[in-house]
């Protein structure tokens, strides 16, 4: 049985003081949260301080990203072990900013995959695809690529413990969300090649998030579609109550499942 997922990606915003504040909210609000696993991933300077701030909470913290080596001559870069340091246990990769406004390929999103789950963090490996290819009619192409190249290499046994959040370009940050309907759909695509490229069992225990314009008042209806397993949530996780809305749709719904 999958456990919905949310997870709050708070991007390049807040200070320290912020940071701290919505941290600590998220951990107070996160109560009974039952079934459903929560975590906030805020920009790295900060993961120590959050991570103090949801200690003892049901609250886990994750990274915006890694790089793929475990050190050296990499300046401005972080590794896995680095992160475990700061007791993260997830960590965001190939999130559409970083392939398009980075440039990052699936060639670079595969060996941070790779490298993140030796070290024993648990990888959101973000795909999706953008207008003009949803309108092109090629999304599930676009998918299937970022999918085999993303995680190419990764056995069954590891694929258990990968995250993958299906994220549609034109949705995030643009207030304009897939319908229950399209997500459910790409969802559904998803989970067929997982099976076909590993096996059905281990495609049936593979949670996927949705992300992309996810609030407080959307959220129910796209977790309740059966593959939908959670949300990677950008701009609605800056807000406490809104974040925690989010994560009370998923405990709604997980009683049911
Ligand atoms: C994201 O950052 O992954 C995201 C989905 O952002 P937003 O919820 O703001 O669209």
Redesign the pocket.
């Known amino acids: 049985m999958r456990r919905f997922f949310i997870a709050g990606?708070w991007?390049m915003n807040l200070d320290r003081a912020g940071a701290v504040a919505l941290a600590s909210a998220v951990a107070k609000g996160a109560v009974e949260v039952g079934a459903v696993d929560v975590a906030v991933c805020p920009p790295s300077v900060y993961l120590d301080a959050v991570a103090q701030a949801v200690r003892g909470s049901a609250v886990c913290v994750g990274a915006q990203n890694m790089y793929s080596e475990p050190s050296g001559a990499f300046t401005g870069e972080l590794s896995a072990a680095m992160l475990l340091d700061l007791r993260c246990k997830y960590v965001i990769l190939g999130?559409s900013e970083r392939r398009h406004i980075l440039g990052e390929s699936d060639t670079l999103v595969n060996k941070k995959t790779h490298a993140a789950l030796a070290a024993g963090l648990v990888p959101i490996v973000?795909v999706g695809e953008k207008l003009e290819e949803r309108e092109a009619g090629r999304t599930a192409d676009v998918i299937r690529t970022q999918v085999d190249g993303s995680l190419a290499g990764i056995s069954a046994d590891q694929l258990r413990r990968v995250v993958i959040?299906y994220?549609p370009v034109w949705?995030?940050?643009?207030g304009k969300t897939a319908t229950p309907a399209q997500a459910e759909e790409v969802h559904v695509d998803l989970r067929k090649l997982l099976a076909a490229r590993y096996n059905a069992d281990v495609a049936e225990g593979v949670v996927i998030q949705y992300?992309?314009?996810?609030n407080a008042k959307n959220a129910a209806e796209l977790l309740a579609q059966p593959d939908v397993d959670g949300a990677?949530?950008?701009?609605?996780s800056l807000k406490a109550d809104d974040f925690l809305a989010i994560i009370q749709a998923g405990v709604e719904l997980a009683c049911g499942r």
């Open positions: 990606n991007k999130h973000c959040a994220e949705a995030i940050g643009t992300g992309g314009s996810v990677l949530v950008g701009g609605a």
